[in-house]
């Protein structure tokens, strides 16, 4: 019997969403049926495609509620247990799978019990995001049980073990989760040299002899931009050259406070530049150009742009919280880095200055662990 996987998550995230998208092209590839469920026009909805992943809507219409998100979790549902359905009786094994319990995963529990009404039986996979569990989770750790028991969800994944674990003492509950890393065809990363480099950040609009630091995330509060932007700012006040920070991803309130914060430093301010780009696909050109990458988040459960930016052997640094921490083992020149005593000082001594002095950076060399003392 062959698979068919009918699966959903946000369509216009650019990180869990992105790695959904991911699993699906890397499964469709390899001969797996897929259907994806979306509410809008999916962000890697060309990839999608080529990769011949099947996309269809889920929307229902309410003049009452024309913005309710209930609404569009029940059009989800539909569609779900439509194309379960379907694959179903064409004699496929069907596996629905939701990134993210709340409202998508909660969707296909919806499809679930639509299917076995009509006697027909199909399994369902869970992947959770960070925010279901450090955030949603401990408001609404009954509704995260519940979504999560056995009787009904035939998997969970985790993209590292710190979050399976997380996952566990919520839910307290020793059920296995399957850890598997976010798919990344790392041979797609091409790094560049110093030339290369500078040639690419003037056709970006960047200045060329700048260090460029980046930071490419969902600038939520959770990733605490103003934590980024201090960095930053230390860093501009010692550098022997201009310091270039390039934040890549959508204008929200936490970034638009933290940027507004720069005025009362002036004096170490006059040193750097921020660039912001916007929600931008492709983002690898921005890996490619910089100097450097960091990530503030108190919490990721993986953090796929920090794995883009190795794949390009850029240096990065990254909070203590980040499981793509896991990925490197002990041997390798791991430092644990204070904020904020020894952050500006590892930065500079073993990035600004080290990496710039060579061709191409070896990336497993060069992973800092930053912590808050």
Known sequence: MTMAVVSTSPSNFAGAAAVHCRILCMLAA????????????????????????????????????????????????????EQGRHAA?????????????????????????????????????????????????????ELV???????????????SH???????????????????????????YEPLNRRDRRLLRRQLGLRENAFTLLSCC????????DVTIDIALRLAAVSPVEVTLLLVG????????ALASIAAHQSSARNLSIVTKGLCYPTMPYHQVADAAISTSVHDSFNVSIAESLAVGCP???SASNGVAEVFSESLRNMVVQYPERSLQSLRDNVLIA???????????????????
Request: glycine share 6%.
């Open 250 to 257: 959508p204008r929200t309130p936490h970034l638009d406070r």
């Open 218 to 225: 969902n600038m939520r509060p959770v990733k605490r931009i």
């Open 145 to 159: 049980i519940d979504a999560l028991n056995e009787d009904e969800c035939s998997a969970v994944i985790a993209y």
């Open 316 to 318: 990065v640094l990254v």
């Open 162 to 188: 710190s979050f399976a674990l997380e996952i566990q003492q919520l839910t307290s509950t020793e059920r296995p989760i399957a850890v598997t890393r976010p798919p990344l065809d790392v041979a797609r």
């Open 30 to 81: 390899r001969g797996v049926e897929c259907h994806f469920i979306v509410t809008g026009t999916p962000f890697y909805q060309a990839e999608l495609i080529r990769s011949g992943v099947t996309i269809h809507t889920g929307r229902v219409h309410s003049d009452a509620y024309p913005e309710s998100d209930a609404l569009a979790a029940a059009g989800i549902a539909k569609a779900l247990y």
């Open 355 to 373: 990496p710039t002095e060579m061709e191409l950076v070896s990336a497993s060399d060069h992973l800092l662990t930053l912590v808050w003392t």
């Open 89 to 141: 009786r064409n004699g496929r094994e069907v596996v629905l799978c939701g990134t993210f319990l709340f409202p998508f995963f909660q969707s296909v529990l919806t499809a679930r019990r639509l299917l076995a009404r009509e006697g027909l039986t199909v399994r369902t996979v869970a992947i959770p995001a960070g925010s279901d569990i450090w955030q949603v989770g401990y408001q609404l750790p």
